[in-house]
């Protein structure tokens, strides 16, 4: 962490225990970011917070502190049970909450406290058995937690701590009646210590807070102090048909670096995806239907290092670290402002320096006024010349392969597959095959395979070729048959 994004307060000043401070040295921790220096005072006085602050800034660490001092100064009642957390904790995405796990595995590893992680996608069995083991901090994704609160494996009676991570994300998705679901079902706020945490606290993030939260304090770190002055940001207007060879251009321009490159869908990333790998650059994609399991693994490998390009949608825009990330393309400008300010945060990470390119082509042009605006400053505009616009060969894209892509009802088995109302019939390994549309006549179902068994009848006739289905007679009132 570069020491010009901390501050002279070091962890070592506030009343934290033994067993934190090893967690602490552990963690490489010496001095505060600027949301922990100012968010960690009031919550250690057990004051609720609401914290303003970009992704990248030390927020996690800030309020894993917090709650292990709770735990460690207010021992649990003693007719707690077990599965009854202590602590909860919900994070808008699956790769931030096991984000928030790790960190807290690390912190709390000399506490004696069970940590968990509940997210839809994956180990279903898993991780209900692992609640039912005991658990002091919950971490997951709303959906799962719910899933499980219904099943009665937990209740929320119990929690001393509530933390909201990346709010504003938490309405982007939807998810806000589930947090209202789960706050409901927690003691009341004068009964437990909250701590909101948002790269913006706008106005429904703030009612959000003073809602279900004891007098928040607000504490806002602005963004002008973390990462405009380190993100060299420049933009491209581009034709739809060059953004492909600009692409592929710029890339050869770049030496060791790690890129993230950020697409609005999940075509066109598939598109994206194949042109790099087929023209020499090895390339993770993330995107929302790679199942959970392989979308923690792409990760893993390029934080790793063992690629150097991920290809991703918003999926991946928010909450995520990982270090070295040098710069961040826009290969589609986001169609919210809010969404380029949490992109850009990918690269120039605690205090680093990084380049943000953004293509302003034809389909997306309309989004640059509203980033600028939103960000206060004009983008630069560099112009594409020629020798940027590299030769590419259509054939050269890589086809993505279909049958590594699962559908979540099937890489989880029944909730698991993606928590509350998934498909699969609503059971833990449940589903069973999906039933396939019949096919269009004269057509196929796209199989490849020998011989197929002949159609039942009306099964390949178009719809109005099919007979008509007589309509019953009602009886005539006088009880006479119909004529």
């Known amino acids: 962490m570069s020491e010009k994004h901390l501050t002279k307060t070091r962890f070592a000043d506030f009343p934290f225990s033994d067993a934190i401070m090893r967690g602490v040295h552990d963690a490489g921790f010496e001095f505060c970011t600027p949301i922990q220096a100012q968010a960690l005072p009031l919550a250690l006085d057990g004051r609720d917070v609401a ?6 800034t030390g927020k996690t660490a800030a309020f894993l502190l917090a709650t292990l001092h709770l735990l460690d100064q207010e021992p649990a009642e003693a007719s707690r049970r077990p599965n009854q957390p202590r602590a909860l904790m919900l994070a808008p995405t699956r790769e931030l909450a096991v984000q928030i796990y790790n960190d807290a595995c690390v912190l709390a590893a000399h506490t004696g406290l069970q940590v968990r992680v509940v997210y839809g996608g994956t ?3 898993t991780q209900r058995k692992a609640l039912e083991e005991g658990v002091d901090i919950l971490i997951g994704t709303p959906g799962r937690i719910i899933d499980y609160f219904k099943q009665h494996v937990f209740d929320l009676r119990a929690v001393q701590m509530l933390v909201l991570d990346e709010a504003d994300r938490m309405f982007d998705l939807g998810f806000i009646k589930d947090i209202r679901f789960l706050l409901r079902r927690c003691p009341t706020p004068d009964q437990r210590q909250g701590l909101l945490f948002s790269a913006t606290l706008s106005y429904r993030v703030t009612e ?6 004891n007098n928040p304090q607000k504490v806002v770190v602005e963004a002008e102090q973390i990462t405009a002055d380190r993100v060299r940001e420049t933009a491209y207007m581009v034709a739809n048909d060059e953004k492909i060879p600009l692409l592929i251009g710029l890339m050869r321009t770049l030496e060791k670096a790690r890129v993230i490159v950020f697409i609005n869908t ?11 790998e087929g023209n020499g650059y090895p390339t ?3 995107s929302g239907d790679v199942p959970q399991k392989k979308r923690l693994s792409l990760l893993k490998r390029f934080a790793g290092g063992e690629v150097s390009v991920l290809v991703a949608t918003d999926v991946a825009a928010r909450g995520l670290h990982i270090e070295g990330v040098t710069h961040v393309i826009n290969y589609d400008l986001p169609e919210d402002a809010e969404d380029y300010v949490h992109r850009i945060g990918r690269t120039a990470r605690a205090g680093a320096e990084g380049d943000a390119v953004s293509f302003v082509c034809e389909t997306y042009a309309f989004s640059l006024p509203d980033i600028e605006q939103y960000i206060g400053h004009k983008i630069p505009v560099e112009p594409v010349s020629l020798e940027l616009l590299a030769e590419i060969d259509p054939k050269s894209r890589v086809r993505v ?3 590594d892509r699962v559908q979540r009802r099937d ?3 029944g909730r698991g597959g993606g928590g509350r109302g998934a498909g699969g019939g609503g059971r833990p390994g449940g589903g069973g095959p999906r039933r396939s549309k019949p096919p269009a006549a004269g057509g196929t179902t796209g199989e490849t395979t020998g011989d197929k068994p002949a159609p039942s ?3 390949d006739r178009p719809a109005g070729d099919r007979p008509r289905r007589r309509r019953r007679r009602k009886p005539r009132s006088d009880g006479a048959a119909p004529a």
Do not use: C, N, P
């Open 51 to 56: 914290g303003q602050a970009q992704t990248g």
């Open 266 to 276: 999940k075509r066109e990333a598939d598109k994206v995806w194949g042109f790099l």
């Open 401 to 403: 392969d279909r049958e």
């Open 411 to 413: 890489s989880g088995g």
């Open 457 to 459: 009848a009306g099964e």
């Open 123 to 125: 180990g279903y069995d």
């Open 208 to 213: 959000l807070a003073y809602e279900h939260m």
């Open 284 to 286: 993770a994609i993330l």
